[in-house]
């Protein structure tokens, strides 16, 4: 009889281990920071000030004190926690008036709200597909898009990053696989920055009779006239049957929502595991996002939203002029440049990024560092990302870190890749 397997030796065989003790020994662990304080343009971590380039705080709203008191008013009157799922015990007066704004604000008849972005994905998508269905997703697409697609045990059919080409192949394949077809791409993509090009994907998917998905996580609270996303910037958003977005950007709080038709979302109440099986957000994050939503939605709103892409913009530009390859940023059909709050230094080398990352964390900047398997193989980068509270002084300090950064690291380590 063979020896039993431990299931545990996974935990000892991973093969990022190694990589993670080495980093560890050399003080370059780019992960597990600690914050000392509220996330703002500069922040205190580990006892150093720091510029923060590495926050999806997108419109600086989790200092906002309007917000602050919608959580404290919300915490105050409802209690630290709700101890129930939405299904049971779990829904306040705020769920309501919150799923109510959303829904006004996307343009869609409805919207569910759950405790977390990652559970509304896997709620949508593991509710909505069967094992009958074929689900076609863009590979860059979001891993709670993935987890939601396993989850429904759909025929996932995936294509190359904005792949128009590959998409449309897709669509042909999945015609031979029977039962209903999904596509689903983010609206911009967290990583890159760049967005979906959503007219060209709607008209297919309508070519061939599929439904469409947009994860507009990155682009609620940013791009489009209203705020309201990718779909609104592209016109399109009577061709997108279903949004999903999360709190945790622009929102300056926790929790993800889904808006579409009334009987889909009516669907997800009564169907979705990840939306009656788990405890509702607690109220604090919920009063602090109906605040947040509000201020979207006033003319403070389109401010925020103009802001934060005029510092994307200011950064893209100085990173540029300072030698580094930043990833280039789509048009829209009249020319015009597509901005978002995500701006990516190109480094290529997963070490290379890691001690990049490490010179600039000395310097007194923060960013994040995102390797293989959020990337491509090779493709390792620097995401930086900033706020509509952060200004020039500040911008031009981080700059300044990151000239004395790439001397210093090419110095030791050879050039970094230069602009295309």
Partial sequence: MAP?????????????????????????LPYFHVLEGPTLPVVQMEGQRRIMLGSNNYLGLTGDERVKQGAQDALNRYGTGLTGSRFLNGTIDLHVELERE??????????????????????????????????????????????????????????????????????????????????????????????????????????YGARLMVDEAHGLGVLGARGAGASEMFGVEDQVDLRMATFSK???????????????????????????FTASGVPAAVG???????????????????????????LRNGLTELGFQVRPTASMPDGSEIITPVVPVVVGDDWQAVFLWKALYEAGVFVNVAIHPAVPPGGALLRTSVMATHDSTV????????????????????????PS
């Fill in 250 to 276: 622009s929102l300056a709080s926790c929790g993800g929502v889904i808006a579409g038709s009334a009987e889909v979302i009516e669907f997800l109440r009564i169907a979705a595991r990840p939306f009656i």
């Fill in 102 to 207: 959303l829904a006004e604000w996307m343009g869609t008849e409805d919207a569910i709200v759950f405790t977390t972005g990652h559970q509304a994905n896997l709620g949508a998508l593991g509710t909505i597909l069967g094992p009958q269905d074929t689900v076609i997703a863009d590979s860059g697409d979001h891993a709670s898009i993935l987890d939601g697609c396993l989850l429904s045990r759909a025929k996932l059919r995936a294509f190359r990053h904005n792949r128009l080409d590959l998409l449309e192949k897709r669509l042909q394949q999945a015609q031979e696989d029977g039962g209903g077809i999904l596509v689903v791409v983010d609206g911009v993509y967290s990583m890159e920055g760049d967005v979906a090009p959503l007219p060209q994907i709607a008209a297919l998917s309508k070519q």
């Fill in 288 to 314: 602090a996002t109906l605040a947040a939503v509000k201020i979207c939605r006033s003319d403070e709103g389109r401010e925020l939203f103009a802001r934060v892409l005029e510092n994307a913009a200011y």
């Fill in 4 to 28: 039993p397997v431990d299931v545990f030796a996974k935990a000892r065989e991973f093969e990022r281990l190694d990589q993670l003790k080495a980093a560890r020994e050399l003080g370059a």
């Fill in 395 to 418: 911008l031009d300090q981080a700059l300044a870190a990151f000239a004395q950064a790439k001397q210093g690291f090419e110095a030791e380590h050879g050039p970094l890749p230069q």
